[in-house]
């Protein structure tokens, strides 16, 4: 019994290895699917999407870019990328990164905004920041796609330089980290620079809930 064990196992590797990599070869020989079929699966999708906002559906240079691909680029593109986003953005006219952090907390709470029920926007549109983040002890409802941001600001001393980076994180996340799973907030006009600043309070500010 032992002498048939030991001849069959290995014949048993064999033949899996063997189809494994049939399976491989036949999947790296199917096309690829057309691009235009998925646009339309996705438009059709969509159907009453108000006409100025059908934009959103088409992806642009970046993510183009980024689905290309798969959010892994080479670093030529992903030096492209960061080259491209850093040029749009927008900075504090008054040169100030700082809002008002107890606006910041109610913006990181709020997801209204970006659903297209939610158009046109009958109140101040959310950054839904507590979907992907943790970011204050009292809050025991938060996704964890993104880095817990607790205590964000006292661990960086408090530095302006730091906050000038969050800034700059929260409007185009792409300047800072090519396809990155965070939304571009101040490229793609969902919030406003004063709105990116009051987020930026919310982390940086000593007396925000974030930091004590």
């Not at 959310?126 to 009292?138: E, L, V, W």
Request: aromatic residues 8%.
């Amino acid at each position: 019994m032992r002498m048939f064990s030991t001849v069959i196992v290995p014949i048993v590797t064999v033949v899996l290895a063997g189809a494994t990599a049939a399976f491989a070869q036949q999947n790296l020989a199917k096309p690829s699917v057309d691009p235009a079929r998925v646009d339309a699966v996705v438009t059709d999708a969509f159907p009453t999407a108000p006409v100025d906002l059908r934009p959103r559906l088409v992806p642009d240079e970046t993510m183009s870019s980024c689905s290309a691909n798969r959010n892994s680029p080479p670093k030529s593109i992903a030096e492209a990328i960061q080259k491209r986003e850093r040029a749009a953005i927008h900075y504090p006219a008054d040169g100030k990164f700082l809002g008002d952090w107890k606006n910041g907390e109610k913006l990181a709470q709020s997801g209204y905004g970006l659903r297209f029920t939610d158009y046109p926007p009958r109140q101040e549109i959310g950054g839904n920041c507590y979907a992907c983040h943790q970011i204050t002890d009292q809050e025991v409802s938060y996704g964890t796609l993104g880095p817990s941001l607790l205590g964000y600001g006292k661990l960086r001393d408090f530095k302006q330089a730091v906050a000038k980076a969050v800034y700059e994180k929260i409007y185009d996340s792409h300047a800072a980290f090519p396809c990155s799973t965070m939304p571009r907030f101040g490229a793609s006009k969902i919030l406003t620079v004063d709105q990116i600043k009051d987020i930026v309070a919310l982390l940086m500010s000593p007396e925000s809930p974030v930091n004590k």
